[in-house]
């Protein structure tokens, strides 16, 4: 069901501060941002090859992110695996032993279902399904 990596979340403190970076330094261009409000956070992506990078700003201090950047501070914050069939590989993965944060997938950024894996029972990676909507 997993047909490729989708993308690199990497938490950051402030989109516009990082976005040169990736634009100046690795001579990418930031293609779409978006605020996901359930997630509460602003995202920027970069393309590289096949894979996106998601750059993830916190819009509140009660965000995962945010509270991911004062655990951990600035950095890879996920990975992100496209699934051809996201509820069944969040099936696979409960069957597996792994822990559910999210049960049903949920609208994420671009308009994808997405749902996340707890790094507790994935070796320490917060771990994301992602799909179409259709999907």
């Given at each position: 069901?997993?047909?490729?990596?989708?993308?690199?979340?990497?938490?950051?403190?402030?989109?516009?501060?990082?976005?040169?970076?990736?634009?100046?330094?690795?001579?990418?261009k930031c293609e779409h941002r978006e605020e996901v409000l359930s997630q509460k956070v602003r995202t920027a992506f970069f393309t590289v090859g096949e894979v996106h990078l998601e750059l993830l700003e916190p819009t509140s201090p009660d965000s995962p992110v945010a509270k991911f950047i004062e655990k951990n501070g600035e950095g890879v914050h996920h990975v992100a695996f496209a699934s051809s069939d996201i509820r069944a590989q969040l099936g696979q993965a409960a069957a597996a032993g792994c822990k559910l944060i999210h049960e049903q997938p949920f609208e994420g950024a671009a308009g994808k279902l997405v749902a996340f894996l707890h790094p507790k029972s994935t070796h320490g990676v917060l771990t994301e399904f992602c799909a179409?909507?259709?999907n």
């Open positions: 069901m997993i047909t490729r990596i989708d993308h690199l979340g990497i938490a950051v403190r402030s989109l516009d501060a990082t976005i040169p970076y990736y634009e100046q330094a690795l001579g990418l179409p909507q259709a």
